[in-house]
């Protein structure tokens, strides 16, 4: 420690000087020239011995090396300690060779150890990869069997589904055979009832005075009329309720004795009165019946008086019917039920049993009194006068059509006059048919032959062969009966069906 301390002084003050590179061993003789060159030059310089070594640069790094050199000088080599660092290297030498020896056989050792684990693995490996070959060829010849089994179980399964829904099917289609056969069967046989039933009807309308479907139909009818006298009728016995239907009634009944043979007079009083109907219902719907109900009455009564004065006066009132039927048909429920009663032949129902007297027939066929006691009836002329405008009526009717763009479609068209024809002809006649069938074919023939053309014609056929000479005779129906002889032989004979025309309107 204390030998670096010195060798550190010089350099310490070294740092404060001129720095110089430092010279090596083999440059001794360049400092002692160096320093006798300085001595020559500085002659004036004194030696001190203490501060010798710093008198220069160069003398001070030469005794730093001498310095150093006489330190390294003092110290004795011991050859002894060289010999013993030989041998122990030498024996560090051999123990390093010793250690690499004993770790290659033990490497080598090992890895015989490793050789033999793996030549028994690979035995080992050999030996489980042909017992998985074994086995897995064993598991894939069971799985084929085991799928093979599989596909003959589900095409057994699919066939014996497919046999069942063969089967079912086969159920099905014989069921819905039978069903069909049933069906057929039993409409053969509704037919075949049916047909007896019709031909039993035919056969008991032929034997009878009414045409069944027409009582039928008037049974129908009369419904409304039942309901009427049994909902609306009671409250006129409420004697204020009383007094403002017939107040109401009284304008009604003025318009419709304001009904002339015109046009635009029959569209005027049809929009008043229904306005006044309208204007009631808000109010009160039993007074609204009870108005239809009345309004249809004294509808009927005038159209009866006028017609049978005026015949061609029918198209008129038909259409002033057609238009309030249209827009309250209600009107035309209580009008066609008391066109029913008033005129029986509607049915036709004659009334004529051989169990009933000869008061009671006229009674039934609406043959009105004629004075007070009500005893002498009104004679037959007038009464088959009274029957055929009303008949006329309803002809105008079924055949009225719209006449206006504004016009709505009839409530009661031609296809109800075709019916009424059918069963007035499936009915023996009497007297008074050739007269209502008159009535109603100048009217309403032509239109039938419009609707029906192959049916009217058949059915005009019926009536000229069968009906006319099957037609009673008398003093009253004389006329009527050869009045459609003519008819019917005129339209034979030219194609065309005479209509009896609105002469009033001709001369708008």
């Keep these: 420690m204390a030998a670096t301390a010195r060798r550190s002084m010089p350099l310490r003050k070294i740092t404060n000087s001129v720095v110089y590179s430092c010279p090596s061993d083999s440059d001794d003789s360049d400092l002692e020239d160096t320093a006798t060159k300085f001595k020559q030059k500085n002659p004036n310089f004194k030696k001190v011995p203490e501060l010798a070594s710093l008198a220069l640069p160069v003398d001070i790094l030469q005794a730093y090396k001498l310095n150093v050199v006489q330190n390294n000088s003092k110290r004795a080599i011991d050859t002894s300690s060289a010999v013993k660092q030989q041998a122990h290297k030498q024996e560090l030498d051999q123990m390093k060779k010793d250690i690499l020896e004993k770790q290659n056989r033990k490497i080598e050792e090992d890895l015989e150890r490793i050789r033999m684990g793996l030549s028994s693995l690979d035995v080992k490996?050999?030996?489980?990869?042909?017992?998985?070959?074994?086995?897995?060829?064993?598991?894939?010849?069971?799985?084929?069997?085991?799928?093979?089994?599989?596909?003959?179980?589900?095409?057994?399964?699919?066939?014996?589904?497919?046999?069942?829904?063969?089967?079912?099917?086969?159920?099905?289609?014989?069921?819905?055979?039978?069903?069909?056969?049933?069906?057929?069967?039993?409409?053969?046989?509704?037919k075949a009832r049916k047909e007896k039933e019709e031909k039993a009807r035919m056969q008991q309308a032929k034997q009878s005075s009414a045409s069944v479907n027409g009582i039928e139909l008037y049974a129908t009818y009369m419904k409304r009329i039942e309901y009427y006298r049994e909902h609306y009728k009671p409250k006129l016995q409420d004697q204020k309720f009383r007094s403002t239907v017939f107040k109401e009634r009284m304008p009604i009944k003025r318009y419709l004795k304001q009904l002339q043979f015109k046009r635009e007079v029959v569209d005027q009083r049809f929009k008043a009165i229904r306005d006044r109907l309208l204007a009631a219902r808000?109010?009160?719907?039993d007074a609204f019946h009870i108005l239809l109900n009345y309004t249809a009455k004294d509808f009927l009564r005038q159209a009866r008086s006028e017609i049978?004065?005026?015949?061609?006066?029918?198209?008129?009132?038909?259409?002033?019917?057609?238009?309030l039927g249209a827009a309250i048909p209600e009107f035309m429920e209580y009008l066609l039920a008391r066109l029913y009663k008033r005129c029986p032949y509607m049915i036709p129902n004659y009334h004529d049993g051989s169990d009933v007297s000869i008061d009671d027939i006229k009674r039934l066929q609406r043959y009105e009194h004629v004075d007070d006691e009500k005893k002498e009836f009104?004679?037959?002329?007038?009464?088959?006068?009274?029957?055929?405008?009303?008949?006329?009526?309803?002809?105008?009717?079924?055949?009225?059509?719209?006449?206006?763009?504004?016009?709505?479609?009839?409530?009661?068209?031609?296809?109800?006059?075709?019916?009424?024809?059918?069963?007035?002809?499936?009915?023996?006649?009497?007297?008074?048919?050739?007269?209502?069938?008159?009535?109603?074919?100048?009217?309403?023939?032509?239109?039938?032959?419009?609707?029906?053309?192959?049916?009217?014609?058949?059915?005009?056929?019926?009536?000229?062969?069968?009906?006319?000479?099957?037609?009673?005779?008398?003093?009253?129906?004389?006329?009527p009966l050869n009045e459609l002889h003519r008819l019917l032989e005129d339209f034979f004979t030219t194609g065309e069906m005479s209509k009896m025309p609105e002469k009033a309107e001709s001369k708008v």
């Design 308 to 323: 049978s004065s005026i015949s061609w006066g029918a198209y008129f009132y038909a259409r002033f019917a057609m238009l």
């Design 282 to 285: 808000s109010q009160s719907e």
């Design 378 to 479: 009104q004679t037959i002329d007038m009464h088959y006068l009274y029957q055929y405008s009303y008949v006329m009526f309803f002809a105008a009717l079924v055949q009225m059509g719209q006449q206006l763009g504004s016009d709505p479609p009839n409530p009661h068209g031609i296809e109800n006059g075709w019916l009424w024809l059918a069963r007035i002809c499936n009915v023996p006649p009497r007297p008074i048919t050739p007269g209502l069938i008159h009535s109603f074919l100048q009217i309403a023939g032509r239109g039938l032959l419009r609707a029906y053309p192959r049916q009217a014609y058949k059915i005009y056929q019926v009536i000229f062969n069968d009906v006319l000479p099957a037609t009673p005779k008398s003093r009253e129906n004389a006329s």
């Design 125 to 190: 490996f050999t030996t489980l990869e042909k017992e998985l070959d074994e086995e897995y060829n064993q598991y894939v010849v069971e799985l084929s069997e085991r799928v093979k089994n599989a596909i003959q179980i589900d095409k057994e399964k699919q066939a014996k589904l497919k046999a069942q829904k063969e089967a079912e099917a086969k159920a099905q289609r014989e069921k819905e055979q039978k069903s069909l056969e049933d069906k057929q069967k039993a409409e053969a046989a509704d």
